[in-house]
T-cell receptor
């Protein structure tokens, strides 16, 4: 069964600090992995997308890593800002199978940045 | 580019009434759109796949007669929650897959908050 597990479930850090979110998956055959940011009451917005051959991808203060061998990914946020407070969702896409949409969603990490 | 809109953004209705939610791809055509439901602190759950010009495909456990989906054009899909009940209160999100593009690419709408009283 395709699964995506994220940790921690929630995280509180002070503004300006760095943090790292984790994502482990068992989706197969793997196509790509995306990190989304979802603000409360809003739809998910894509931060990064990585395919099998990519180990790291940056988008401003967001840096995602992927280890396809261990099926792990991380999202590192540098110099956090209050606007980073949101849920961060790891979504893994299968080449075939998975849901009808081909996606398996993690439950997300709820990040709170405190001033 | 690749903007998906939803209307309304939030709606409050009485139990027993029907509510229609629209999902539009604003700057691209989407043969396939998806409808998700998200409960508080939970992940997005796929409800159904909407295909332009054909019947929607529903996930197991989703009542097709309760959640009516119409995908009449390449840029518009609608979800109608019929005879809504308080347990249907949720956050409904659509996504659109461009007709031309990477197969797995989807763009999400901003979501519709439904509250059934």
């Amino acid at each position: 069964k395709n699964q995506v597990e994220q940790s921690p479930q929630s995280l509180i850090i002070l503004e300006g600090k760095n943090c790292t979110l984790q994502c482990n998956y068992t989706v197969s055959p793997f196509s790509n992995l995306r990190w989304y940011k979802q603000d409360t009451g809003r739809g998910p917005v894509s931060l990064t997308i990585m395919t099998f051959s990519e180990n790291t991808k940056s988008n401003g203060r967001y840096t995602a890593t992927l280890d396809a061998d261990t099926k792990q990914s991380s999202l590192h946020i540098t110099a956090s800002q209050l606007s980073d407070s949101a849920s961060y969702i790891c979504v893994v896409s299968a080449i075939r199978g998975g849901g009808a949409d081909g996606l398996t969603f993690g439950k997300g990490t709820h990040l709170i940045i405190q001033p | 580019g690749a903007v998906v809109s939803q209307h309304p953004s939030r709606v409050i209705c009485k139990s027993g009434t029907s509510v229609k939610i629209e999902c539009r791809s604003l700057d691209f055509q989407a043969t396939t759109m998806f409808w998700y439901r998200q409960f508080p602190k939970q992940s997005l759950m796929l409800m159904a796949t909407s295909n332009e010009g054909s019947k929607a495909t529903y996930e197991q456990g989703v009542e097709k007669d309760k959640f009516l989906i119409n995908h009449a054009s390449l840029t518009l899909s609608t979800l109608t929650v019929t005879s809504a009940h308080p347990e249907d209160s949720s956050f409904y999100i659509c996504s659109a897959r461009p007709t031309r593009g990477v197969e797995e690419t989807q763009y999400f709408g901003p979501g519709t908050r439904l509250l059934v009283l």
